[in-house]
T-cell receptor, first 113, second 109 residues
Framework: DVKVTQSSRYLVKRTGEKVFLECVQDMDHENMFWYRQDPGLGLRLIYFSYDVKMKEKGDIPEGYSVSREKKERFSLILESASTNQTSMYLC????????????FGPGTRLTVL | AQRVTQPEKLLSVFKGAPVELKCNYSYSGSPELFWYVQYSRQRLQLLLRHISRESIKGFTADLNKGETSFHLKKPFAQEEDSAMYYCALGETSGSRLTFGEGTQLTVNP
């Protein structure tokens, strides 16, 4: 079974803080993704990575950055957290090739006060 | 740009009734369509994909390229089907998925 883990289930931060969300997968997947999940808006892609040190912007990258130094780990960074970044953050991974199935982590519920 | 629309945010049916969750897409290429499901307090997981043409947990979905739709259907809903359902579109030349807004299905006893 593919296992995608996220460092925190719940996180509370203050406006202006730098926030790190960590994601680790154990199936040697090339591709990793960060989404935010908001009611009525569905899942929106923030960033994704198709290889170590490679990244591409998704649909809503503003206010976020990412880091992928090792294949199994993909970090999402909020440089200066704001209240409108309060959300559920989901990490996912998938193998390369034609198989599109993405495997999701349990999510991190981030609250910015 | 690709887009996925799920017109119903909430859908409520009674146990044993048929259920249809609507999904429409816009994409200039040949689409790969998927349904993902998230049960309460569980992680998001793949339910089915159009290319495999299989039935999972009694659900089926047919890709209609003329109507650009990929509606999810089940003839007899069960209470355990209550969940959030997302339709997703995969690009033929990329790795990303575009998700719809989601439909919260509630099956009442």
């Amino acid at each position: 079974d593919v296992k995608v883990t996220q460092s925190s289930r719940y996180l509370v931060k203050r406006t202006g803080e730098k926030v790190f969300l960590e994601c680790v997968q154990d199936m040697d997947h090339e591709n990793m993704f960060w989404y935010r999940q908001d009611p009525g808006l569905g899942l929106r892609l923030i960033y994704f990575s198709y290889d170590v040190k490679m990244k591409e912007k998704g649909d809503i990258p503003e206010g976020y950055s990412v880091s992928r130094e090792k294949k199994e780990r993909f970090s999402l960074i909020l440089e200066s957290a704001s209240t409108n970044q309060t959300s559920m953050y989901l990490c996912a991974s998938r193998s390369g090739g034609a198989n599109y199935e993405q495997f999701f982590g349990p999510g991190t519920r981030l609250t910015v006060l | 740009a690709q887009r996925v629309t799920q017109p119903e945010k909430l859908l409520s049916v009674f146990k044993g009734a048929p259920v249809e969750l609507k999904c429409n897409y816009s994409y200039s290429g040949s689409p790969e369509l998927f349904w993902y499901v998230q049960y309460s307090r569980q992680r998001l997981q793949l339910l089915l994909r159009h290319i495999s043409r299989e039935s999972i947990k009694g659900f089926t979905a047919d890709l209609n390229k003329g109507e650009t739709s990929f509606h999810l259907k089940k003839p007899f809903a069960q209470e355990e089907d209550s969940a959030m359902y997302y339709c997703a579109l995969g690009e033929t030349s990329g790795s990303r998925l575009t998700f719809g807004e989601g439909t919260q299905l509630t099956v009442n006893p």
